[in-house]
């Protein structure tokens, strides 16, 4: 895997952690917090919110449409390479946290091709994990993680297809037109 960065270091337990430049996690994290935060906003304020597929859609221009569609799309899509070091960098910090000797390369695999969320999400699990976790010896599992945000990913992923959708009925009116 790509560590995008990742540097390696002995902590004070003597596993290996993982140092990411501070400007790549910020990026990320503001990036995804700001996409996040107005796509929520706009969706709140928006008639599609309550609308069903039997239903005319609402007045809605499809720019809009569109551009909610790309929004909630970067919300739902899987971790770039650099993004993924980021992941790896929070279950390092996780690890220290519990003082889990664990292997950097070996857990970069592992998670690389079996956590299933968004980036958001998987702060989100690891920070919920950071509080409730009771089995200190161990890491969580890839699935453990996916198990957390799961429900939320299915959501926008709902979202996305009901914006597609509407997108599509409203190009399909305009066409008959």
């Known amino acids: 895997m790509d560590t995008g960065g990742l540097q390696t270091k002995k902590n004070t337990t003597g596993t290996e952690l993982g140092k990411l430049g501070s400007e790549t996690n910020a990026l990320n994290q503001t990036t995804i917090t700001s ?23 609402p ?34 910090e ?6 889990i000797k664990c292997d950097i390369k070996k857990l970069a695999r592992e998670y690389d091709t079996s956590v299933e969320l968004p980036l958001d999400l998987f702060y989100e699990a690891v920070m919920t994990l950071k509080k409730t976790w009771k089995y200190g010896f161990r890491m ?29 009925r409203k190009n399909e009116k305009r066409s008959r037109k």
Request: proline share 4%; glycine share 6%.
């Open 35 to 57: 996409q996040r935060d107005r796509f929520w906003k706009e969706w709140e304020s928006c008639n599609l919110k309550h609308w069903t597929p039997l239903e005319s859609v």
């Open 59 to 92: 007045d809605i221009t499809v720019a809009k449409l569109e551009g909610m569609k790309e929004r909630i799309g970067n919300l739902i899509k899987q971790p770039s390479s650099k993004e993924k070091a980021v992941l790896v960098y929070q279950l390092v």
């Open 94 to 99: 996780f690890a220290d946290l519990f003082g």
């Open 140 to 168: 969580p599992t890839p699935g453990e993680i996916n198990d957390i945000g799961k429900a939320k990913l299915a959501h926008r992923i709902k979202i996305y297809t009901m914006i597609n959708l509407a997108i599509q």
